[in-house]
């Protein structure tokens, strides 16, 4: 199955992303990730990305589609994956739409009032798994890989409440796409913990692939 994750930043995206990986054992690719892993690496993409990263503002649709279309020519994700982070606007999805079939839209529903805290309050590890101060008990280290904690460039007030107009403006379109194609599934209890939200979207999964 191949599954695109939508939501606004701090929706939850990466982390039912990780989960959904585990159980259900779809690649998780998030254009995020890799364009942090860019800027990381100091490469011409990553150069490119982070000025827009920086001022909360989606990166050439070009510089994206090529992205993605490479990853999904690569054998790993012959049986399914998630796209985290990818359609962002209605031009990215009819593109993806030319060079990829999609099943299912898993839209992730959470009051806006909720994100700006959760947002400034995560720690990330270069892995791809993200936290909640509130829930590390000072720890400092990935659980799942041991990496160090960070916190990222864009995660700070200003620059959210960009990306949240760049969500509403350009994104948010992209339930009314995938709901008039038929594969809009939207999770209203976004704002329930992780794990009830991930029972809720495993339950519509195993529906799904008739388990
Ligand atoms: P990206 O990395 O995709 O960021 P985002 O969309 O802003 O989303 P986030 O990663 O902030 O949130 P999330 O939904 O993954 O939440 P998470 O699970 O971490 O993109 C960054 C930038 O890259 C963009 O602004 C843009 O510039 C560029 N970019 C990326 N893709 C692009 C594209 N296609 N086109 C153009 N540009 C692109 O959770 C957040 C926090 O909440 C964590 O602390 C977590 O522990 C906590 N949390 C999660 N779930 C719950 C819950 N149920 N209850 C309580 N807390 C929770
Ligand atoms: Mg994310």
């Known amino acids: 199955m191949n599954i695109v994750l939508l939501g606004a930043p701090g929706a939850g995206k990466g982390t039912q992303a990780s989960m959904i990986e585990e159980r259900f054992h779809l690649v998780h690719i998030s254009t995020g990730d890799i364009f942090r892993a860019n800027i990381k690496g100091s490469t011409p993409i990553g150069k490119v990305a ?7 503002k989606l990166v050439p649709d070009e510089v994206t589609c090529d992205i993605v279309k490479d990853r999904l020519a690569a054998d790993d994700v012959k049986s399914g994956y998630m796209l985290d982070g ?3 606007n209605l031009f990215q999805a009819a593109e993806l739409d030319r060079f990829a079939h999609i099943d299912l839209c898993i839209n992730i529903d959470v009051d806006v009032s909720l994100l700006l805290d959760r947002i400034c309050g995560r720690r990330v590890c270069s892995c791809g798994e993200s936290y909640h101060v509130s829930t590390l008990n000072g720890a400092t280290a990935c659980k799942k890989c041991g990496g ?3 916190q990222r460039d864009d995660d700070n007030p200003e620059t959210v409440g ?3 107009d760049t969500y509403f403006n350009e994104t948010a379109p992209l339930v009314e796409y995938y709901k008039n ?8 209890s976004g704002k329930q913990p992780p794990e009830e939200v991930f029972a809720v979207i495993a339950a519509e999964l195993e529906r799904r692939s008739g388990k």
């Open 50 to 56: 982070k000025s827009y990263i920086d001022a909360g």
């Open 86 to 88: 990818f359609p962002r």
């Open 148 to 150: 160090t904690l960070y």
């Open 162 to 164: 960009k990306r949240l």
């Open 181 to 188: 194609q038929g594969k809009l599934f939207t999770v209203k």
